[in-house]
C-alpha cells in the first residue's frame, strides 16, 4: 500500500528539501520505489538539490493541466533506478496548481510506487496545503531554534485540521526531524535540546541530523547524502529516519562524526 | 551557578530563555488558533441538529466565543423566520 509523506516545516531554510531528497533516496536504496515531488510551484530547488536540474523538461503543472502526461514528467535519478522526481514548474502562476489536480497525480502515483514523498514550500499559503493535503504521514522538519520550532506548532495544528485525513475524522500520523543539530552546543545550554523540543511539540521524534559540512557538500554536488556520504553522521541520521518510517525499532542517537587521523586524512585528499 | 559560569568566561546558557519563551507564547497561540476551527464545528453541528426540527438558512447561524479572563461566553445566535417550516425531514418521519 502506498504511503503518502509530507516534509514540511513552516519556516523556511530548515532542511525541507535537502531532508526530501535523502529520505528519498535513503528510501530508494533499501529497495522500496519512491517518487519525490516538488510543490515549490516558482521556486523550484529539488531537482538541483538531486542534480537533475538540466533534465527538467515537463512538470507537476504540466500534467495537473494535462499539457504533458504523468510519465514524461516524471524523471528517473542517474544514481538509484527506483527513485524518481516530479519536478515543480518555474511559472509565477501558484494558482495553477488545483486540488482536484493534486488528488488525481497522487492517486495515480499511488499505482506505481511505495512512496510519494512531497517536499512542501515554505509558509502556510496554498502551496503548503496543497502540499500535506492528501498526505497520510507528515514529516516536520525542525531547528533546534525559536522561530522554527514556533512555526513548526502552525504547521502541526493545520495538519490536525486542514488534510483531507483530518477533515475525515483521521488521524495525519507526525513525525519530527530535528536537523542542524549541535549536541555540544544543546549540552552546553547554548541551544534548545531535543528534550525540550520534543516537550513543547509533543510529537514523536523520528531523527535528530547533526550539522554538517557533508550536507552543503551533497547539495554542492547535486547528490542526496545518503548517496553521496553514505557513513557520514547525516546520512546515517536520514537512514536511521527511514528504518524508524519503515517500522523498524532503532535506537536513537545523534549520530556523531567520526574523527579518526586516517579520516582526516582521507578526507584531505578526498577533498 | 550562572555566576561561575562567567567566571570562567562563559556565558549564561539561553536555551532554558528560548524554552520559557516559546512555552508561554505558544499556549497564547494554540488559543487562537484553535479557536475558529472549534468554532466552525460548532457552527454546523448546531445548524445540523436545529436544521432536523427547522428550517433555517445557514447564512443565518452565528456562533461566535468570547474569551474572558475566566470564564468564556458561546453565543450562538439563530434567526428563525416567521410561520416557520418545520423541516421536511422530520415531518416525513
Known amino acids: 500500500m502506498a504511503k503518502v509523506l509530507v516534509v514540511t516545516s513552516g519556516k523556511g531554510g530548515v532542511g525541507k528539501t535537502t531532508s526530501t531528497a535523502a529520505l528519498g533516496a535513503a528510501l530508494a536504496q533499501m529497495g522500496q520505489n519512491v517518487v519525490v515531488i516538488d510543490f515549490d510551484v516558482g521556486l523550484r530547488n529539488l531537482d538541483l538539490v538531486m542534480g537533475a536540474e538540466r533534465r527538467v523538461v515537463f512538470d507537476l503543472i504540466n500534467v495537473v493541466q494535462g499539457v504533458a502526461k504523468l510519465p514524461q514528467a516524471l524523471i528517473r535519478d542517474k544514481r538509484l533506478e527506483n527513485l524518481w522526481l516530479l519536478p515543480a514548474s518555474q511559472t509565477r502562476d501558484k494558482d495553477a496548481l488545483t486540488e482536484e489536480g493534486v488528488k488525481r497525480v497522487i492517486a495515480d502515483l499511488k499505482t506505481k510506487f511505495d512512496w510519494i ?54 488521524r495525519v500520523e507526525k513525525h519530527l526531524l530535528v536537523t542542524r543539530y ?19 511539540l509533543a510529537t514523536p521524534l523520528l531523527g ?16 542526496p547524502v545518503t548517496l553521496n556520504a553514505a557513513s557520514s553522521a547525516p546520512a546515517r541520521a536520514y537512514t536511521d529516519a527511514v528504518r524508524r518510517l519503515m517500522g523498524e525499532q532503532v535506537e536513537m542517537t545523534v549520530p556523531v562524526q567520526r574523527k579518526g587521523l586516517m579520516d582526516r586524512l582521507l578526507r584531505r585528499r578526498a577533498a | 551557578m550562572m555566576n561561575v559560569m562567567r567566571l570562567f568566561g562563559g556565558r549564561a546558557a539561553s536555551a532554558p530563555v528560548a524554552r520559557e519563551r516559546l512555552q508561554i507564547l505558544l499556549s497564547h497561540e494554540r488559543g487562537r488558533t484553535g479557536a475558529p476551527d472549534l468554532l466552525e ?11 432536523k426540527h427547522i428550517d433555517v438558512d445557514p447564512d443565518k447561524v452565528v456562533v461566535r466565543m468570547d474569551r474572558g479572563k475566566f470564564v468564556s461566553m458561546l453565543e450562538v445566535d439563530i434567526e428563525v423566520p416567521n410561520g416557520v417550516q418545520r423541516s421536511k425531514m422530520v415531518a416525513a418521519t
Open chain 2, 41 to 51: 464545528t460548532l457552527r454546523s453541528e448546531i445548524l445540523s441538529v436545529v436544521s
Open chain 1, 182 to 200: 549541535d549536541a555540544g552546543r544543546a549540552a552546553r545550554g547554548e541551544m534548545l535540546s531535543i528534550d525540550d523540543i520534543l516537550e513543547i
Open chain 1, 208 to 223: 535528530i541530523v547533526p550539522e554538517s559540512q557533508d550536507v552543503l557538500r551533497a547539495s554542492n554536488v547535486g547528490c
Open chain 1, 117 to 170: 514523498l512531497c517536499d512542501s514550500p515554505a509558509g502556510i499559503e496554498r502551496g503548503a496545503t496543497l502540499a500535506m493535503r492528501y498526505a497520510d504521514e507528515a514529516i516536520i522538519v525542525t531547528n533546534p531554534e525559536v522561530s522554527s520550532v514556533r512555526d513548526s506548532d502552525r504547521i502541526i495544528g493545520m495538519l490536525d485540521s486542514k488534510t483531507v485525513r483530518a477533515e475525515r475524522g483521521e
